[in-house]
């Protein structure tokens, strides 16, 4: 009369047949796929690190033991040993003024035929100038006293300003596109012997933006008319003429243009 088996004891040797295996397999994936730190394979395989918190070593050994022999894959990998190319100095654009510097050789190079000459460049930078324009301007006598003729100044941006064309353009690209404070646009104008106040400053920035409020109407006019935008509201604190030392909050609301796209969108 046959016993029948005993299914218990059959699927807890199952159970951690199954754990050995992931465990070995866990390892070889390590070896595979891992980083260099993590492919070491430790001697003993019922170490608690892969135990999982199962008091199952004893047996797990004995199923690994009692099994086929396991060959590891060693992960090798074949790298040509190539020297690095330097990409050599970055070549500067034609577009910049060169001023040439002539080098000659120290020695005698009288009976000498030249063969050639060596370029190196060099990146040079001088800070931005400061300069004046004086307007002379012939004054005559009319016969018989009869009064003066005198030429005529050319118009300026700024009535009664001293501040040219090209200082004002320059004032407002770096207030607004490099984000330097007056305050320090006029430290540099001090440094540079120009001493300027900043309400004077202020004045010439409220001036130039006004001279520009056509263009920024004509610019509005068209992002308008765009099927598609986007506002990004941004806020800023505002000073009131009304309440002294005190500010309340503001809002830039910008608002580009996507030309081209569908009326859906909207």
Same mark, same amino acid.
Request: hydrophobic fraction near 35%; charged fraction near 25%.
């Given at each position: 009369m046959? @016993?029948?088996?005993?299914?218990k004891?059959l ?7 199954l754990?050995?295996?992931e465990?070995?397999l866990?390892q070889?994936?390590?070896v595979?796929?891992?980083? =260099? !730190?993590?492919?070491?394979i430790p001697?003993?395989l ?9 008091q199952v070593e004893?047996?797990? @050994? ?8 396991v ?8 790298? *040509?040993?190539k020297?690095?190319?330097h ?10 003024r ?7 050789p120290?020695a005698?190079?009288? *009976?000498c035929k030249?063969?050639?000459?060596e370029?190196t460049e060099v990146?040079?930078y001088e800070p +931005?100038?400061?300069?004046v ?5 012939a004054?005559?006598? &009319?016969?018989?006293?009869?009064g003066?003729v ?8 700024l009535?009664?300003a001293?501040a +040219?064309?090209g200082?004002?353009?320059?004032i407002?690209? *770096? &207030?607004y596109v ?8 006029? !430290?540099?104008?001090?440094r ?7 309400s ?5 920035v409220?001036g130039?933006?006004?001279l520009i409020a056509?263009l ?6 068209e992002?308008? !008319?765009?099927?598609y935008?986007h506002?990004d509201? @941004?806020?800023? =604190?505002?000073? *009131?003429?009304? &309440?002294? +030392?005190e500010?309340h909050r ?10 081209g796209l569908s009326?859906?969108?909207?």
């Open positions: 046959s @016993t029948a088996p005993d299914y004891a699927y807890e040797q199952s159970q951690l047949r754990l050995a295996l465990q070995q866990a070889l994936q390590k595979i796929f891992g980083s =260099k !730190q993590e492919r070491f001697a003993d019922s170490s608690p690190q892969l135990s999982l918190g199962m004893p047996v797990a @050994t004995s199923l690994i033991t009692s099994s086929k022999p060959s590891y894959i060693r992960n090798t990998i074949a790298v *040509d040993a020297p690095l190319q990409p050599g100095r970055m070549k500067l654009p034609e577009s910049l060169r001023e040439e510097i002539v080098i000659e120290s005698d190079t009288t *009976d030249k063969i050639g000459e370029i990146l040079e +931005g100038e400061l300069y324009k004086q307007y002379r301007r004054k005559y006598a &009319k016969p018989a006293n009869s003066v005198i030429g005529e100044l050319p118009s300026r941006p009535d009664k001293m +040219g064309e200082l004002l353009a320059q407002i690209i *770096d &207030k490099d984000h330097l404070p007056l305050y320090r646009q006029m !430290q540099r104008f001090e540079a012997g120009v001493k300027l106040a900043y004077t400053l202020t004045d010439w409220s130039t933006c006004n056509p920024f109407e004509a610019l509005k006019t992002v308008l !008319q765009s099927n935008l506002a509201e @941004t806020p800023i =604190k505002v000073m *009131d003429k009304d &309440k002294k +030392g500010t503001g809002y830039y609301w910008s608002l580009p243009a996507v030309a009326k859906q969108f909207r």
